[in-house]
């Protein structure tokens, strides 16, 4: 990556200095299933039999759509796209394999981590990566158990039944830099906001404990926690359970985790609309390591620079009383042709070039 497309793209950057620049993206695929009914009724709805008649050419056509918008997230720093993807609603690593192969996309060989998860309806976490840029070491999966609904005072509450995705955790090197990647996809706002939070509240108490015990194996690496989390950065999962903090000069040690998304919905830029109004569930948070050299012109060790709500013209719907909304795949049962009812977000990071 040019030193110099670094600096136009981040003026903020020290002028007599070079650096190279990282993208890490997450986004919520929309459904992104296969046409084959390997679920029961859950997956009926996604078959040719279904509701949706959902069949190859509408299969395959979402394949483009995904790969293509993917494809033109590039900044002149990042002329190969992210070197991290995290995504939530597919279905299984054939989908994923599908989605990499796609022209627009077979170029920058994107390697694959999935893992099949309880959820009823087969909705799965996945990590995409450029294998030039993230080696990966480590894979592992955490399992929403009844003892996190416990360390909230929730046990009652907990049902044996209970199903979500699995917490996929990706630990690598990016840059030099050990990091381990958290994906999620927390449990829905079924039932409503406030009778579900137990739920969230639960899966942030798991996320916590599995950033607190990975930095005790290893204070020294960056942890990214990412995901649609079905809430906003000021509600209780995030900002009480998770301790995602607003404000990144509030973070002070290593095991502190800065939430930017924060202060941008405030500015009323989401991810996602519901009657007119925005919610940002799908956030990318970060430990200490990352926020250390913010405000230096030094920057040894992978540094935040900014986060983006990646919500780009062509992903929004042109027309309507959805005008500006997500561009989705279906709408009151009419395929439309679209992306996803999520807008995609980003976080920049940057290292200094060593000479």
Known sequence: MLALAVLLLLPALAQDRQYNLYGVMFYNLENLFDTINANGSYDLEFSPAGARQWNH?????????????????????????????????????????????????????????????????????????NPRLFKVLNVTNQRLEKRYFEELDYEDQFSENFRTRDQLCVTGMLAGDKVSVLVNHWPSRLGGQEQSSYLREAAAEMARQTIDSLLRDDPNQGIIFMGDLNDDPQDRSCAKVLEGRRDIKDVDDYDDVYNP???????????????????????????????????????????FLRAEVLNREFLKTREGDRQGYPLRTYSGGVFLNGYSDHFPTIIYLAKEVQF
């Open 261 to 303: 998304w924060w202060k941008i919905l405030d500015r009323g830029i989401g991810t996602l609309a519901y009657k007119g109004g925005w919610n940002l569930f799908d956030q990318i948070m970060m430990t200490g390591f990352f926020t250390k050299y913010y405000d230096s012109k030094e920057k040894p060790q992978l540094t």
């Open 57 to 129: 050419e509408k299969y395959w056509q979402k394949q483009h759509n995904m790969a293509s918008a993917i494809a033109q997230i590039t900044t002149p720093g990042t002329p190969d796209g992210p070197a991290i993807i995290g995504v939530s609603e597919i279905e299984n690593i054939t989908v994923l394999q599908d989605l990499v192969r796609q022209p627009e996309l077979k170029s920058r060989r994107y390697q694959i981590v999935h893992h099949d998860s309880p959820d009823r309806r087969g909705v799965d976490v996945g990590l995409l990566y």
